[in-house]
């Protein structure tokens, strides 16, 4: 070090703070073109002020932020799990209980301009009724059926169900009470001409096929992850769409068990699909949440090695 380093190192740190005339900023910086040790000088007093914001304010702010997102998607997953627990649990409550064809579950009047009005006893809280049209015979055949569920048992009662069958036309008209249960229907309006079988109402297994395609449909992602296992870019939306068929199983198995028959398959498709768009936006959240809380253990074990 020179003479002349001396006097620079001397006004090196306001130098470097810009509190310098003009004058001497040009001097210094001539000295630092051809001095490296003064260069070092100054290198090294810049860096501790521009290092400490870094090291400390910046992963502060980030740990911050992690954490109000981490808290955001617990408070979220809690939800949406509340959600999907209480959707399962109206699902169960609200499915029908079919009653089974009774004296005195209804009346059947007939009405003076030709309609036709079925009154049911107190205990039915819902009905719905199938139309057909039996080309052969020119015949209007209804089938209706009555039920309760376990929610309307235990709630106010709803009142008296009634339901009419207009006669805008003139075809004839036969009403059967659709049991629901595997027994024949009942003949309740209109007569049997042909002394036909008043037939069965059947179930419908249209939830069978829905399951079935959920099950295939997993199976053959799980291969495509397998085998793609290595390419990271596909197998994180792979993941994620994975966890569709199986909210769809899962929704399926809490809503009807190992049923897959149903007297009412819209509404039973209904449920189990809001129940498997809620199980699969809880799946996504807690596996977010499950994978920050492994990566945090790992990082808090490398620390104390
Ligand atoms: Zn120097």
Known sequence: MSHKCNIIKDILPLYAEDMVSTDTREFVSEHLEHCEACRAELAHMRKPADFIPDAAVVPLKRIKKGLFIKRLQTVFFTAILACAIAAVAFGILTSPKFFPYSDGLFQVIDGPDGSIAITFDNKVTGYSCMKEFDNETETEIYRINAWTTTWDLHSSHRGRQNMVIPSDREPKIRIFYAQN??????????????????????????????????????????????????????????????????????????????????YSSQRDFCIILLVAILFYFALLTGKSLYQAKIAASQKKAEQER
């Not at 069965?200 to 793609?228: G, K, N, S």
Request: with cysteine; glycine share 4%; aromatic share 12%.
């Open 181 to 262: 249960d595997g027994s024949e229907d009942v003949l309740i309006y209109g007569s049997n001409e042909n002394a036909e079988e008043n037939g069965v109402t059947l179930p419908r297994l249209i939830l069978m096929p829905y399951f079935l395609f959920a099950l295939f449909a997993l199976v053959a992602l799980a291969i495509m992850r397998f085998l793609l296992r290595n390419k990271s870019a596909v197998t994180i939306w792979l993941d994620r769409v994975l966890l569709f068929p199986i909210s769809y199983l899962a929704a399926h198995l809490c809503t009807k068990g190992i049923r897959f028959t149903t």
